[in-house]
C-alpha cells in the first residue's frame, strides 16, 4: 500500500536530487509546496520550467545570465584590467555582496580534481588564457576557496600566469574580523601569517 501519494512522492524525489537536500528535507519542502496555495505551486513551476530558456552562460566571463555579455561585463564603469578568477557563480555573487571590488570575473566552473578526473580541460582555463592573451587584463585576482583542489587550482593558475605578463595576487586569508586568535585553527593561523602585511 503506497502512503504517499503517487504525484507527492514524485516531487519528494525530484527535491531531494537536489545537492544537500536529503529524504527528510525534500519531504518538508514537498508539503510546504503543497499547502501553498495552487497560484503560488504554479509560479514555482513556472520559474523552474522557463530556467533553462532565459539563462544563459556570459560568453565573456562565463556567469549566469540572461543578457550576453553580462551586467557587469558590460558596464563601462568597472576596471576591465582586472579579472577575478572564482570557482562558480555563487562566489562572484558573494564578493559583490562585499562592494569591494570593481574589476570584471572569470568564473572557472569548477577546480582541479584527478581524483574526479576534471583537469583544466573540464574548467574555464582556456577561455581565461584567451582573455589574457587579449592584453586588456593587467591584474589577476584568484579567488579560489582555500580547500585541497581549490589551493591546487591557484597554483596550476599562478605558475600558467608566471609569464604572461601579469600581476597576480591571491585572496588574503586568515583570522576573520572579530574573532578571538586562540579560537583560530592552526591552518587559519598559519595562512594569516603568511599572508601579513606591513603595518603603517
Known amino acids: 500500500m503506497q502512503i504517499v501519494p503517487p504525484a507527492l ?10 545537492p544537500g537536500i536529503g529524504n527528510k528535507t525534500a519531504a518538508r519542502l514537498a508539503m510546504n509546496i503543497l499547502r501553498r496555495s495552487r497560484a503560488e505551486a504554479r509560479e514555482l513551476a513556472s520559474a523552474l520550467s522557463e530556467l533553462h530558456d532565459a539563462i544563459q552562460l556570459c560568453s565573456c566571463c562565463f ?3 540572461e543578457s550576453d555579455p553580462c ?20 562566489d562572484l555573487l558573494a564578493i559583490e555582496k562585499t562592494g569591494s571590488f570593481q574589476g570584471h570575473y572569470h568564473i572557472l566552473h569548477g577546480v582541479l580534481s584527478p581524483m574526479d578526473g576534471i583537469g583544466p580541460g573540464e574548467i574555464k582555463v ?5 582573455r589574457i592573451a587579449s592584453r586588456v587584463v593587467r591584474e589577476v ?4 576557496s582555500s580547500t585541497v583542489p581549490g589551493e591546487a ?3 596550476f593558475l599562478i605558475d600558467l600566469l608566471h609569464d604572461k605578463g601579469v600581476v597576480v595576487t591571491r585572496l588574503a586569508c586568515g583570522i576573520p574580523m572579530g574573532m578571538d586568535i586562540k579560537y583560530a585553527d592552526r591552518h587559519t ?12
Open 9 to 18: 512522492d514524485r516531487l519528494i524525489r525530484n527535491l531531494s536530487r537536489l
Open 63 to 65: 556567469t549566469f545570465s
Open 71 to 90: 551586467a557587469i561585463c558590460s558596464d563601462s564603469r568597472r576596471n576591465g584590467a582586472m579579472i577575478c578568477v572564482v570557482e562558480q557563480p555563487g
Open 126 to 130: 582556456e577561455e581565461l588564457m584567451a
Open 141 to 144: 585576482l584568484i579567488a579560489t
Open 153 to 155: 587550482t591557484a597554483s
Open 189 to 200: 593561523l598559519a595562512r594569516a601569517i603568511e599572508a601579513r602585511t606591513n603595518a603603517e
